[in-house]
């Protein structure tokens, strides 16, 4: 059983910065690389970063430079900084469990980024 409850989005201007976090259930860090997946209107769900319990990431090429991934397994809590926000990066962004995902979608957190 995992809880994944996506928080931090918001309404920013292209430039702009927010941060998200995603508050999970205790102990998944220590089995499951999680990850951050976007889904924007019209577009399939993808992933954006992931992290593993060591804290080694990856990132797809379109936010390199602009996102990090970073994870607190004492507060079971995984984030994600976006910084130099582009319209582009306007969708809702959900957090779980990387390759695949625990068999369920938290409700994600609404990013809109306005040019």
């Known amino acids: 059983q995992v809880q994944l409850e996506e928080s931090g989005g918001g309404l920013v201007q292209a430039g702009g910065s927010l941060r998200l976090s995603c508050a999970t259930s205790?102990?998944?860090?220590?089995?499951?690389?999680l990850g951050w997946y976007r889904q924007a209107p019209g577009k399939q769900r993808e992933l954006v970063a992931a992290?593993?319990?060591?804290?080694?990431?990856t990132y797809a090429d379109y936010v390199k430079g602009r996102f990090t991934i970073s994870r607190d397994n004492v507060k079971n809590t995984v984030y994600l900084q976006m910084n130099s926000l582009k319209p582009e990066d306007t969708a809702v962004y959900y957090c779980?469990?990387?390759?695949?995902?625990?068999?369920?979608w938290g409700q994600g957190t609404q990013v809109t980024v306005s040019s």
């Open positions: 205790a102990g998944i860090f220590s089995i499951n690389t």
């Open positions: 992290v593993n319990s060591g804290g080694s990431t």
């Open positions: 779980n469990k990387f390759p695949g995902n625990f068999g369920f």
